[in-house]
């Protein structure tokens, strides 16, 4: 079983950065790691995703260009760095895990563990 848990999250304006950290604990493996979000009265949607070795990485359309996906295997940390921040970019963001080391994509049902979530909210 894995444990994530999000932290980073806040309110900033158009234009700004954020950096969110999600730190696994428990029976951590060699797992595709991803970010996902979902705002109100919408669907939860894969923003990015990570390979356990980092040799590939997933973006959103949406996203591409602005945020960059991490991790350190040695801390069991991912992060998500955001630039750039528009208000569509607001929602809740849930960090997850998949059991297998290569990601399949932004998929919902390919992963496997998420965490509580954390809210960001930018404002014009």
């Known amino acids: 079983q894995v444990q994530l848990v999000e932290s980073g999250g806040g309110s900033v304006q158009v234009e700004g950065s954020l950096r969110l950290s999600c730190s696994a604990s428990?029976?951590?493996?060699?797992?595709?790691m991803g970010w996902f979000r979902q705002a109100p009265g919408k669907e939860r949607e894969g923003v990015s995703c990570?390979?356990?070795?980092?040799?590939?990485?997933f973006y959103a359309d949406s996203v591409k260009g602005r945020f960059t996906i991490s991790r350190d295997n040695a801390k069991n940390t991912v992060y998500l760095q955001m630039n750039s921040l528009k208000p569509e970019d607001t929602a809740m963001y849930y960090c997850?895990?998949?059991?297998?080391?290569?990601?399949?994509?932004?998929?919902?049902?390919?992963?496997?563990?998420w965490g509580q979530g954390t809210q960001v909210t930018v404002s014009s």
């Open positions: 428990g029976v951590v493996g060699r797992q595709c």
């Open positions: 997850a895990a998949a059991n297998r080391a290569y990601c399949l994509g932004l998929f919902v049902e390919d992963f496997d563990y």
């Open positions: 990570i390979n356990w070795s980092t040799s590939n990485t």
